[in-house]
């Protein structure tokens, strides 16, 4: 599903992830690399938690094979 750009925080405030985002504490499920608002490509449903990944090309194409 697509969130709008201007809902993003709105959507990351909800989920609780917010504050941990802005600080850097979260990290591309596929990379590793410090999630940003900048570099936020997808929120990855993985049970009950969710997971994070960084639009570099490679983990966008991680993602689209998993879908």
């Known amino acids: 599903k697509a969130v709008h750009e201007g809902d993003l925080l ?19 499920v596929y990379c590793q690399r410090v999630i940003t608002i900048d570099n936020l490509e997808a929120i ?20 689209m094979m998993e879908e």
């Not at 990855?44 to 993602?63: D, E, H, K, M, R």
């Open 44 to 63: 990855i449903p993985v049970g009950q938690s969710i997971a994070f990944s960084c639009n570099q090309p490679s983990c966008i194409t991680a993602l």
């Open 10 to 28: 709105g959507l990351l405030e909800s989920l609780g992830e917010r504050i941990q985002l802005e600080n850097g504490e979260r990290k591309c």
